[in-house]
C-alpha cells in the first residue's frame, strides 16, 4: 500500500547525487537536475519517459557514474520538478535545451539516452542550437515519432477505431492510480512490463509510475495522443542506436523500425525478446552498455585529447 515514490534500497533505489540543480527553461518552468559521478568523466544525458523520474534510472546511474558525468533530470511536472500549464513537445524541447545549456561546458559532448517521452523530447529538440551543440550520440529507447494510440495494444482487441477509441481513454483517463496494491502492480505490468518482469522489479516501476500526479499525466497523455515527430527524426543526424521490447505493448517494435529506416544515421536496432516498455528497467545491463559503448565510441576521451595536443604540440614545435 506504500506511496513512497520509489524504494529506499536494493538495485532499484537511485543512488544519491553528487550535486543538485534546479534549471530554469525558456517558459520560467523550474526543472530538477541531478549530476552523478565524477566532474571531469565523459558525459551522459538521461532524459525519463511518462508518469516516471529521474528515480527510473537508478540502475543507469550506478553502473554508469563509476566513470561517468551522469546527468539525469525529471521532466516538468514529474518527480521534483514542479507542474507548469505549458503542455506539449516544445515545452519539452526547451527544458532539454536549458538542462544542457546549464550542465554542460560549451562545446562539450555527450551521449543523450532518451526513455518513451524522453526519446520524443529527444526528437522534438533534434534541430535545437544546444542539442546540435552537445550531442555526440544518441541512444532511444522504447519510444516512437508518431500514431501511438492506435498502434498500442495495451487493449487485447484487433486493431482499429474501436480499439483507438478506448485505448485513448484508458491512457488519458483523469482517474487516479492510487496506492501500489496488488493489483496495481498486475495492472502496471500488464500494460508496461515483460511477462517474466520479477515482482520486486514491477514493484520499483509501480512506485515511480503512481507517484505522477494524474492531472500530470492526462496533461501529456493528451500530447502522445496527437504526437507527430515524423521531422524531429530527420533532424537527429548524430549517431543513433535504438532499444526496444518485443512485448512492449505502449510503443510497440514497428515504431522502431519506422525510426531505424527514417533516421540519417541509424547505428544499430535491437529487439529484446520478451521484454516490454519500460526497457532500462527490465534490461539494465544492456542499456547501460548501449550508454557506455556510445560513449567509447563517439566521445573523445580527456586522456584522447591530451595525448592528440601532445602530439600537435610536438609537431608545431
Known sequence: MSRLPHLADGPYAPPAPARELTVTAADGARIHVEVHGPENAPAVVLAHGWCCSTAFWAAQLRELAVDHRVIAYDQRGHGRSPANPAYGTEPLADDL???LDATLAPGERAVLAGHSMGGMTLMA?????AVREHAAAVLLCSTGSARLVASATVLPMRAGR???????RVLGSRAPLGPVTPLARRILKYGTMGPASAPHLVDACARIVHACPSRVRHGWSQVLDLLDLDHGVRELRMPVEIVVGTADRLT??????????AL???????????VGHMTPMEAPELVSGKIRALAATYIPSARGERAEDAVYAEESA
Not at 474501436?162 to 485513448?168: E, F, N, P, V
Not at 510497440?252 to 529506416?261: G, T
Open 252 to 261: 510497440p517494435p514497428v515504431h522502431a523500425r519506422e525510426l531505424a529506416a
Open 264 to 274: 540519417p544515421d541509424c547505428v544499430g536496432l535491437t529487439e529484446l525478446p520478451g
Open 125 to 129: 529538440a533534434a534541430a535545437r542550437p
Open 162 to 168: 474501436a480499439r483507438t477509441w478506448l485505448t485513448r
Open 97 to 99: 535545451e536549458a538542462v
